[in-house]
């Protein structure tokens, strides 16, 4: 594994998650940085976003545009709430890409208490990416 000179994997310990993205910070298993009083995977602080957004919009293509709907909104990490996108299906399930795993949108409810802040159905969500030349998240000025 190569990592970065300045990363520090002696003084971390057992139980720390970082503030990003609320996984565990595992002593030698991966590089990570103290800032401040966090610690943060190394690929979190370089990386803005995840590829929730980039992972939603490629499971909604793949499927049949008007039984599905790609939602952009906020869910529950360890206490913080993040920027999230996952996508609905009409059978009342939820496609998670952080897990690229399904739940009952019940148990989404209960396991990540998503906040909606937009909703797109598959064809609003394609013209989107057409127009931006990205995945999302999208502004309200890109919106309009």
Known sequence: ?????????????LGVHCAKCGRPIIR??????KVGDEYYHEWCL???????YEDAWRFLIKQDL???FLIHGTVESLGKRIGHAWVELLTGWVWEPQTAGYFTIKDFDVAAIPLEE???????????????GNMGPWSDEERT
């Open 66 to 68: 008007g039984e599905v």
């Open 46 to 52: 370089e990386n803005q976003l995840g590829t929730c």
């Open 28 to 33: 030698g298993a991966m590089p990570y940085k």
């Open 1 to 13: 594994m190569v990592s970065n000179p300045e990363s520090r994997f002696d003084d971390v310990e």
């Open 118 to 132: 937009q909703r797109y159905t598959g064809e609003e969500a394609a013209i989107m990416v057409a127009r931006t």
